[in-house]
């Protein structure tokens, strides 16, 4: 397997309270469709990736996307986001944050000594049902 390959134009956000949703100012570039960490040393958002538990700690994943860095985007954090039919997670299959920035993999994908972090679990047409949950633990 490989990374959901999420197609930015059929990304749809959930629908909930605004709870479900924050606006942020980008670290770097953040296309819709990718995950992103908070960095506490300046309280903006960068593409997760499994290298570092830092990095690996996923907040959410972005809806409307950041061009580059100091500009706004918004990233939704709960509920079942919808990536489109490129994407097509497996129903019931849980997906995590990825080596590469921004995306996400089958549990199968994760190499030895990255950290683990469940983005969430595939849901029905096209979706994914968040379930975030940053473990801080080394894939052994």
Do not use: W
């Amino acid at each position: 397997m490989s990374d959901l390959a999420v197609t930015a134009s059929q990304v749809v956000a959930g629908v909930a309270g605004t709870e479900t949703f924050e606006t942020l100012y980008a670290g770097e570039a953040i296309a819709v469709g990718e995950g992103y960490y908070q960095l506490a040393a300046d309280l903006k958002a960068y593409r997760a990736l499994n290298d570092t538990a830092v990095h690996a700690a996923l907040r959410g994943i972005c809806v409307a996307g950041a061009a580059g860095a100091g500009q706004k985007m918004v990233g939704q954090r709960n509920m079942s986001l919808t990536l489109g039919s490129g994407a097509a997670p497996a129903v019931g299959t849980p997906y995590f944050v990825s080596a590469n920035a921004g995306k996400f993999c089958p549990v199968g994908d994760l190499g030895s000594g990255v950290y683990v972090s469940l983005a969430g679990f595939g849901d029905a047409v096209n979706a994914l049902k968040f379930g975030i949950n940053n473990t801080g633990i080394a894939h052994a």
